[in-house]
């Protein structure tokens, strides 16, 4: 059965720095296509940044320069770390990953649970 | 970026009902286009991906079907469990864009 199991959310000042992390069971990170999304309290979905199998990363604009996503192969865990943290990256972050066949991607089939950051003075 | 409308924000109807949720592409993105459906406090579940093919355990009565750069979401009878919010996903080209979500709520 895959799990992912996000944690390291909390509440960070403005211009603070946080680092979540998403450990995966039942699936292998480093062979797979791994992403993070976000949601705003009451808001809709934002896609956040992927790390490829092929180590290939992307990001928002609104998180470049500021997020990075890594993953530790060793611990078969993924990581976003965030700083330079504003006020509207409040968000519960989640984990998911992304299936690659032959055929196509499968986006987010498989998701985490969440972890909430609040950035707040 | 690629932009997704989503269409309508809310839609209100009864148990039985046939519903359509509408996507639309800022520019062509192939069938590389999925949904999901997100209940109060929980992560969303992937029900369709490249369009209309539909998830392993999702039932028969959701369909997603393509025309152009337009997409659709269709709930043959809607039935109690279905009452949730629904998002569309453009995965042609990153950065990955979501619509803003459409809440299915009981008339």
Known sequence: E??????????????????????????????????????????????VSVLQSDTYTYYADSVKGRFVISRDNSKNTLYLQMNSLRVEDTAVYYCARVAVHSS???????????TLVIVSS | DIQMTQSPSTLSASVGDRVTITCRASQSISSWLAWYQQKPGKAPKLLISKASSLESGVPSRLSGSESGTEFTLTISSLQPDDFATYYCQQYSLYPWTFGQGTKVEIK
């Not at chain 1, 390291?8 to 979540?20: A, D, I, K, T, Y």
């Open chain 1, 2 to 47: 895959v799990q992912l199991v996000e944690s390291g959310g909390g509440l960070v000042q403005p211009g603070g720095s946080l680092r979540l992390s998403c450990t995966a069971s039942g699936l292998t990170v480093s062979s797979n296509h791994m992403n993070w999304v976000r949601q705003a309290p009451g808001r809709g979905l934002e896609w």
């Open chain 1, 104 to 114: 196509g991607w499968i986006p987010n089939d498989y998701w985490g649970q969440g």
